[in-house]
């Protein structure tokens, strides 16, 4: 059984209100604290909603580490965490255990997926290797020239959009006060501490707080008086391409040759994604839906009837080696919820219970 930490009393600012944002602040409030999340647009609106929703812990993991057990746990988690969600709101954040088929089209890539299979099932992990003929029983749709597959059925998948509604509205209902089209210009620093946050075109220029999280996604790092305290945070944009399939046919999130395909089970199907160094551009570029339509294609022809239904594109924050920024800063009072990256859906809870006890521990 695991005890939270509670602080009655405490005022917590949050910048963002993404996942992260959103999600830390759920868990400070039920443990008792007051807070206020500051969203300078619409709360979930960035990269928590454009995302596909694949919770990949094994689909991500390279080799064994502390990242993968971090993954790990934080799949674990996440199925009680959207039944609480839809108790609470009556809102389904779409959570489907679809499982993942990663496939590859050569001899030489295939032995990639025996090792990483290979690893992950000497470590317990649910992780098979199936050739083609057991990769089409798993997923018809897969495409005939495919070699060789791994499966996870563990790695399931949310529809982000609906749990950011969810997530937006316990938020709201559990006592949090949620400012939207609110910028944060800076945070406060009073004797090497930070004491609040100023708040852009408000009479109330000074917001003090016992304790600040910073959970502003690709914008971490353009936060004044914070970015020295943590590693930079950048952006990389990733375009995303909506089909729609009328009868639904692909039923399990396929990957391989650099792109994705997300069935939702009602005729959507999510298509990602590219990895760009765009800055802070969010063109959906005729490259990048190239890109990610030829991968697709490869890997479910069938999607080639589907029709194009919505395009997007949005920044995911990342830190370089990949390990986001969780708990402490450098600066004392200051709390970091950021740098995600490809995994910020997937480690959301996990993040806003490990703030938590972080902000207690202080
Ligand atoms: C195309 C794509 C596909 C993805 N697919 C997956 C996936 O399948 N699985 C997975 O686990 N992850 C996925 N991700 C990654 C995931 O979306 C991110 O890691 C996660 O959403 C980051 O959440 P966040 O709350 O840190 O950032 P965001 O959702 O970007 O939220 C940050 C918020 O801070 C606000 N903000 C910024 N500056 C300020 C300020 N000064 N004052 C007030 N507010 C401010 C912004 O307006 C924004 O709302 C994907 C991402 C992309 C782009």
Known sequence: MTT???FSGMRIAIIG???????????LRKRGADVVLLERAIPGAEASSAAAGILGAQMESHGPGPLVDLFIRARSAYRAWTDELRE???IDCGYRPTGVLRVEYTEKDAKILRDLAGWQAAAGLRAEVVDAKRARA????VAEDVVLGAYFPDDHQVDPPQLLRALVAATSRAGVEVRSGVTVERVVVEHGKCVGVAIAGSSEKE?????????????SSLVPGAKDAFAEVRPVRGQIVQLEERPPKLRTTVIGAGAYAVPRGDGRVICGSTLENAGFR??????????ILNGTLKLAPSLGAATMAATWSSFRP??????????????PGLFLATGHYRNGILLAKITADAVADAIFQK
Do not use: N
């Open 4 to 6: 939270s930490i509670t």
């Open 17 to 27: 209100a993404g996942i992260m944002g959103c999600a830390s602040a759920l868990e």
């Open 88 to 90: 609470t709101t009556g």
């Open 138 to 141: 798993i997923e018809p749709e």
């Open 207 to 219: 917001l003090r707080a016992d304790a600040v999280v910073l959970a502003a996604g690709s914008w």
């Open 282 to 291: 969010r063109e959906v570029t005729a490259a990048g839906v190239q890109s």
């Open 318 to 331: 990342h830190v370089t080696g990949d390990a986001p920024l969780i708990g402490k800063s450098d600066l």
